[in-house]
Nanobody, 123 residues
Framework: QVQLVESGGGLVQAGGSLRLSCAAS????????MGWYRQAPGKQRELVAG???????NYADSVKGRFTISRDNAKNTVLLQMNSLKPEDTAVYYC?????????????????WGQGTQVTVSS
């Protein structure tokens, strides 16, 4: 099992910054990648940014150039630095940890989720 605890959400004005933190514990040795997702009211959960165990990163087009994902392996923590925030960034942000295990010709995926943290950007 993997436990994820997020922190750092809050209310900020448009153009401001916030930093989200996700602390992982438990069977983290088995985790291949981690990331941040968000879900706004009435919308599906979407990937914001991801980072692999080798520190390769990927971002949603809507946040490229504004958000940066990083990891601190010594602290088992993943960070999301969010700059130039816009009202459309308002959502509940969830930390995700993914375990991908080869099985035969396929891959078994297991996702773990944090409880979510609210980010609200006022105009």
């Amino acid at each position: 099992q993997v436990q994820l605890v997020e922190s750092g959400g809050g209310l900020v004005q448009a153009g401001g910054s916030l930093r989200l933190s996700c602390a992982a514990s438990g069977s983290i040795f088995s985790i291949n990648s981690m990331g941040w997702y968000r879900q706004a009211p009435g919308k599906q959960r979407e990937l914001v940014a991801g980072i692999t165990s080798g520190s390769s990163t990927n971002y949603a087009d809507s946040v490229k150039g504004r958000f940066t994902i990083s990891r601190d392996n010594a602290k088992n923590t993943v960070l999301l630095q969010m700059n130039s925030l816009k009202p459309e960034d308002t959502a509940v942000y969830y930390c995700n940890a993914r375990r991908s295990t080869p099985q035969g010709t396929g891959v078994m995926i297991r996702d773990y989720w944090g409880q979510g943290t609210q980010v609200t950007v006022s105009s």
